[in-house]
């Protein structure tokens, strides 16, 4: 069971929280490489021969330890939560939804605030414990009020993703 399971509905995301400019290390891309090469359902390119073979130097059965299990992962200091999502149109109407995508009109829009504020924890502890394990530096970045995010979290903002982490860990 889900809150507001619809199975057809229209779906809409800002591309400007699309994170790009990761950093990864060689291994990462390799890893990454397998992973498309495998999902590729005909055909694979690479500038050089010897990219076409990412297998010779990685584990092919555990995707899930690849980057030490968070190569798939965005960096969630670059992740922006919302708890409601307005549009406004051209003729001047609007609507709304909440987190779970019910619209104003019906019962249940917005009274999930007791999730709602334990996804916003979980998210503030995974801020934290990408900060312990990656440093200040962004493993992605996205736009936010249309600018690119910063590259480097300053010092106080780093020791603040570090404290998150020490709540998780107690």
């Given at each position: 069971?889900?809150?507001?399971?619809?199975?057809?509905?229209?779906?809409?995301?800002?591309?400007?929280?699309?994170?790009?400019?990761?950093?990864?290390?060689?291994?990462?891309?390799?890893?990454?490489?397998?992973?498309?090469?495998?999902?590729?359902?005909?055909?694979?390119?690479?500038?050089?021969?010897?990219?076409?073979f990412?297998?010779?130097?990685?584990?092919?059965?555990?995707?899930?330890t690849?980057?030490?299990?968070?190569?798939?992962?965005?960096?969630?200091?670059?992740?922006?939560?919302?708890?409601?999502?307005?549009?406004?149109?051209?003729?001047?109407?609007?609507?709304?939804?909440?987190?779970?995508?019910?619209?104003?009109?019906?019962?249940?829009?917005?009274?999930?605030?007791?999730?709602v504020?334990?996804?916003?924890?979980?998210?503030?502890?995974?801020?934290?414990e990408?900060?312990?394990?990656?440093?200040?530096?962004r493993?992605?970045?996205s736009?936010?009020?249309?600018?690119?995010?910063?590259?480097?979290?300053?010092?106080?903002?780093?020791?603040?993703?570090?404290?998150?982490?020490?709540k998780?860990?107690?």
């Open positions: 069971m889900r809150p507001n399971p619809t199975l057809f509905r229209d779906a809409f995301f800002n591309f400007m929280d699309i994170q790009i400019l990761r950093h990864l290390s060689e291994q990462e891309v390799r890893e990454m490489n397998f992973i498309i090469k495998s999902r590729a359902r005909r055909y694979i390119g690479a500038a050089k021969e010897e990219w076409l990412p297998e010779k130097h990685i584990s092919k059965s555990q995707w899930n690849y980057g030490n299990g968070y190569l798939l992962m965005p960096d969630p200091r670059d992740v922006h939560y919302t708890t409601q999502t307005i549009i406004g149109f051209e003729g001047g109407g609007s609507t709304g939804y909440d987190p779970y995508g019910r619209r104003p009109w019906q019962s249940d829009f917005g009274k999930e605030e007791g999730s504020r334990r996804e916003m924890e979980t998210l503030q502890r995974f801020q934290g990408f900060a312990r394990l990656f440093g200040p530096f493993r992605g970045r736009y936010e009020f249309g600018r690119l995010s910063k590259e480097r979290d300053d010092d106080s903002f780093h020791q603040y993703h570090l404290s998150l982490d020490k998780k860990r107690g």
